[in-house]
């Protein structure tokens, strides 16, 4: 089995900053990407960041220049320094990551449980 914990999250003031983890744990092989989302009250899961196991990333445009994703293979961590935080970045953030959990396994889709950030003053 395979588990995804988010930490982080928390109420912060208008451009304020905010730094998210997530560590995966249990039967692994190998990770290959992993990435935030995040959901609004109302609004559809969207996808904040990615990073693939080459440290290729990618980025919402709302969060460019602002948000940095970053990933520590020796620890299956997966991290998001948040910066400039603006009221409409609040929402339940997710950690998500694609695991082999074998050699002979086929990739998954992992999630964490969601870590709620709230930016208000």
């Known amino acids: 089995q395979v588990q995804l914990v988010e930490s982080g999250g928390d109420l912060v003031q208008p451009g304020g900053s905010l730094r998210l983890s997530c560590a995966a744990s249990?039967?692994?092989?190998?990770?290959?990407?992993m990435a935030w989302y995040c959901q609004a009250p109302g609004k559809q899961r969207e996808l904040v960041a990615v990073?693939?196991?080459?440290?290729?990333?990618n980025y919402a445009d709302s969060v460019k220049g602002r948000f940095t994703i970053s990933r520590d293979n020796a620890k299956n961590t997966v991290y998001l320094q948040m910066n400039s935080l603006k009221p409409e970045d609040t929402a339940v953030y997710y950690c998500?990551?694609?695991?082999?959990?074998?050699?002979?396994?086929?990739?998954?889709?992992?999630w964490g449980q969601g870590t709620q950030v709230t930016v208000s003053s």
């Open positions: 998500n990551a694609v695991i082999m959990t074998t050699a002979w396994d086929a990739h998954r889709s992992y």
């Open positions: 249990g039967s692994i092989f190998s990770i290959a990407a």
């Open positions: 990073i693939t196991s080459g440290d290729r990333t």
